[in-house]
């Protein structure tokens, strides 16, 4: 007989609400630890971050601020964006610890790739969206105004377009993980993600409309294209990972409840 999934530790509604607390309170002391280290260097990484579009204004001009306490409320978004990244193993790893007790020991045993995968393809899909989409989006609008046009790009918009681009790029960039805990939990197959390849071609197209940040048919390529080959990395990685059907499924099952049971 297949075993039904393991109660979390016989946790009632208020203990799962208190464990949720204990996660969140560390997730936030580590992005304010890391708000911190990202105060001392906030200058160096505004620099880096204004940097592609810097590189196509015109000579002379920089971007400007329209209110006294516009560099100030920057420097706190840019501490704040890096203390979110620095901590973001952290916080993935929280993440897994609250999810962990619901999960057979055999799919614990997944704790570090998760970690590592999770936070490495973020990182991936921010370095893609800063260094690929953004310096050639930046390139494009300012470019398209001309001559007839002076730009006056305020430093709190130009951080929020990218901001909003970069971190989107990093959420794509889960798409081989988030598939990869659907196939653990028996909710998608490689056969299955195979089988509505189609239908997936037009939500990513769709989804790289919204996201792309120019009109332009390249840009959207550029989104979309990464998009696609996550999805085909996330077929293989459904094959390799996913749950087996029927009896082999029933098997693997069985043997988590043997080693659930052992380790009791």
């Not at 940097?51 to 100030?72: H, I, R, S, W, Y």
């Not at 614990?108 to 973020?122: D, E």
């Not at 105004?145 to 006056?152: H, K, L, R």
């Not at 909003?164 to 960039?173: D, E, H, K, Q, T």
Request: neutral net charge.
């Amino acid at each position: 007989m297949a075993a039904s999934r393991p109660d979390p530790n016989k946790m009632n509604f208020l203990e799962h609400l208190d464990e949720l607390r204990r996660r969140l309170f560390i997730m936030a002391v580590a992005v304010a630890v890391g708000f911190g280290a990202g105060w001392l260097v906030h200058n160096r990484v505004l620099h880096i971050l204004m940097a592609p579009v810097q590189a196509n204004l015109p000579e002379g001009l920089k971007p400007v601020f329209t209110t006294l306490a516009e560099p100030f409320m920057l420097a706190m978004k840019v501490s704040f964006f890096v203390g979110l990244i620095t901590a973001l193993p952290i916080l993935v790893l929280q993440i897994w610890l609250f999810i962990a007790p619901g999960l057979f020991p055999k799919e614990r045993r997944y704790a570090l790739p998760f970690i590592f995968f999770g936070s490495g393809f973020f990182f991936l899909g921010c370095w893609f969206g800063y260094a690929v989409v953004f310096p050639y989006a930046a390139r494009f609008l300012i470019g398209f105004a001309g001559d007839q046009f002076a730009p006056m790009l305020t430093i709190s918009r130009i951080f929020g377009f990218e901001m909003r681009l970069i971190l989107s790029m990093g959420a794509v960039f889960q798409m081989p993980v988030f598939i990869f805990l659907l196939a653990r939990l028996g909710l998608v197959s490689a056969g299955f993600l195979w089988r509505n390849i189609k239908y997936a071609v037009l939500i990513i197209c769709v989804l790289a409309a919204i996201l792309t940040p120019t009109p332009d048919a390249v840009t959207m390529a550029l989104v979309a294209g990464p998009m696609l080959g996550l999805y085909v990395l996330g077929i293989l990685v459904a094959l390799v990972f996913g749950r087996r059907s029927s009896s082999s499924g029933e098997a693997e099952d069985t043997d988590d409840e043997g080693e659930e049971d052992g380790s009791s």
